[in-house]
């Protein structure tokens, strides 16, 4: 396999001296209704906003081609040791089916280790909603709360969000979830005061069984346990999701122990345990196996070698693009959709802590510009919000939408001869157009530019495998453009010193008087 | 007064000629115990972490005074027409008490009038939380939820999370409060289904009285109303707060209108009426007299002619500096304090919204960068998840953090010899030493560059008045960038394009083949 530099790639420097023109200059109907890849489960991604010509795209294809970008994902899939920093395997995949070879480490055939691992997320769940397994004070669970933070926390919890509205609706039994993730004491005790000791499980997720804040909050849990009822016995209030060989694994302070390894990363991690157990107990285990299925398939459908085929190698392609030719450095989430609010928080760590580094994979610093500003909020606040510069700002955004032609929840009003999901699909069109076209007008204040490119992810319903289509879709995404910029999209050193710094802060910063004073104006 | 484009400023071309530092050159213990400036309520800016000299203070001194600032400022007090575009006095400062001259519209004494509909939400959210306000069918308030959208919603929407924490643990009566906003079907259906119609009071926000989200989602509210309970008369459920001659101000379908005026600007309206009737009925009046206090005093301390006595004026310039001199496109907005979860939203509308422009206060282009784009959530969650890409990615991201001494509930517990609390402040300063300091290393993935600049906002504990300062040091730092990069950051026609064409999609989009191509696709 090669790897080089994306400068180094002669398909990056045609791409570079290919004629540019604006979508301004480019969208068509015709575009409009071509442009599109599918990826799975009904879930299309369009691209006729974007400034790319059908010359661009056999650039794209030039390049993916030299940086040999699918069978660089097929031998991630293989079990390559493609997290060089940390001399890792990359097994996320491997957690929602296997579309590789076997991958077998240490004599563990893995596929069959997560399989393992899910079946007993399948049994304790159905314990869970069936009142089987019960409290230390003989009740069943009513209410069940993560701790964990960082890639235990964001997704799951965008996901658990994500769904609520859609099993309420299909009328699957819900037990609410809750989460705890800073280490701010207001995060557990807000959200305890709230709750009903003897009825609420926790799950305490840590690969590493050592996460300052979330062995703090485990604590927290605990005294608020025995203060609420003494007769509580806490241990039996908490699972663990964490690695076998972590000081959590074993401990009696948990009652049961899922397993994770350090093939799969934090933020690749929603659908290994670390979102199996929450998800399961607060939907069914049939619903997380449904988001398994849809991300199962989107991972098969980035396998295609036809940029124009493969629907995460072509947004991965467009955003490079974006990035390293037309030179924007941040790109907007808008997903027109309420359950989708935290889904851009998820995508933010997911794509910002891949793919913010500035050494390729070899440790080598890089020359060009690497993984984007991510941010966004849901359609249509943000209309209302932060649009004005988008649409009028002296920088440009590129966006990537998200929109479903059915609500979540199938209770609609019709005022004025439309429901407000067509009323929410009218807006969606509507920017993407205004966006794209711009208008002009005599006063400069009123004139719209254009040549804002966009693309759109959409499909009919915003159900369990079309979310898990959409969660595979971006992960790929993210995983191709750190194949392009040469990265290892897969370890995080810059949130080290950090960590290091805290430590030496709490242990009273002896010697470092800048550190003291900043700690001493608190 | 003079007007006229940044750079055309005489102290402009010299600030951009002043010999640059970073701050890992720059950074001492005497500068974090000096660089510090007062704000109000003990709200204190300190900027020893940004690449700020003594001569480069002088600079922006120098550009204050050229560009009239604090003058500027005073007129728009006194009641001048800043907001150029649509020909409108500026007045939100006047919510939270008088500064300047009487400001008399049309015979008006604005002051008078927005201290009568201050009077009207302290009358009224008494008889609510005294129960002498009863419901349709004779029951108290129970649930408070706003219907709004953009101003209407993200920034009392953030204030009440801000607060609803403190409230309890200072045993405040606390009536729970949601928000409905996007016109998504799920977003109303979702919020209902968890509330008893019969105990639920709505507030309608919209100031024209034809926001196109907020009345759908009225609609959706009266239906629901009805469908619960027939008996139920949904007009004595809802009140309005709106404009004077807007069509809500009359209607028959609200018990109660309160009033705001075209001189508070959606995005400055959360201490009118628009965040006064939720805030004072979730937690009492005081609490929101105490936020319009803080927030008054910051007003005044915005006064300040010195640049190094006035945290929001030197918090523009330092901003401007960033943005238009070291040209960065963005900011992050990092609160260590869980009370502030959605502030950063609500800077990011304040500040995009206002600021996302690209033609000045007379209407015609500038040459220059203006508004950056805004992002942020709460560390320590961020410090897992994109603090990566702040840490060693390519881009250099400029940042805000924000952090108390004490947290809000006061339920804390000790691990390993110190609080969550205490954790939760080592790992604010660890960050800002780490970025401004970073730390070398022989490999380069373990390599942090530093020279990351941040400023810091801290105070003792978030409380309502803490709260109201750090609103309107933000509202009066735009404000000053506004009058910097000599805009107008009171009008949004950024947002029209977008409207005009989702209305023409609900028609059919007759003759628009664009939008009906992708109207199709859903």
Redesign the interface.
Known sequence: MKYINLTEASAFKALESSPQIGSKDL???ER??TC?VPSARGV?Y?YAAMPVTEEILKHFQALSDELQLTEKYQILLDGAVMNT?EKRLVLHHLTRGQIGKNVVVDGENKGEFYKKELSKVRTFSKEVRSKTFLLSTGKPVAHVVQIG???S??GPRALYLAL??WA?TEGKEHIPASFI??????????IL?ALDAEETLFILVSKSGTT??T???Q??VE?WLKKRNPSIDPSKHVVAVTSKSSPLAKSSEVSKSFFIDDYVG??YSSTSAVGGVILSIAFGFEVFEGLLKGAHEADKAALHPHVKENAALLDALIGVYLRNVLHY??TAILP????LSRFP?HL??LD??S?????NRD????S????P???G?????G?????????????I?PLQFI???E???K???D?E???????????L??????FA???DDK???????GNRPSS?L?AKRLTPEVLGTLLAHYENKVMFQGFIWNLNSF????????????????QGAEGD???????N??
């Open positions: 969208l068509t109907k409009i209704q599109s299309t369009n920093g933070i960082g890639g926390d964001l609520k509205d309420e993730s800073n280490v701010d004491p207001d995060d557990p005790s807000g005061s300052l804040e062995l703090t909050n604590r927290f005294a934090g933020r450095p941040t027109y959709s309420q359950g928080a933010q760590q910002m802590e793919n913010g580094k500035q050494v440790g080598m610093p890089v060009y510009p690497t993984g500003i991510i941010f909020e849901p359609g249509t606040n209309q209302h919000s932060f649009y004005q510069l988008l649409h009028q700002g002296t920088d955004v929109g479903f032609s609500s979540q929840r209770d609609d009003i005022v001869n439309s429901t407000s999901q067509d009323k929410l699909v009218a807006n069109v509507a920017q993407i157009v205004a076209l711009g208008k006063n400069p204040n009123k004139r719209f530019e759109l959409h370890d995080q050193e810059g949130v080290q010193l950090g960590k290091v710094l805290a430590t030496k802060v709490l008087e800048i550190l003291q004073a900043y700690r104006l608190f």
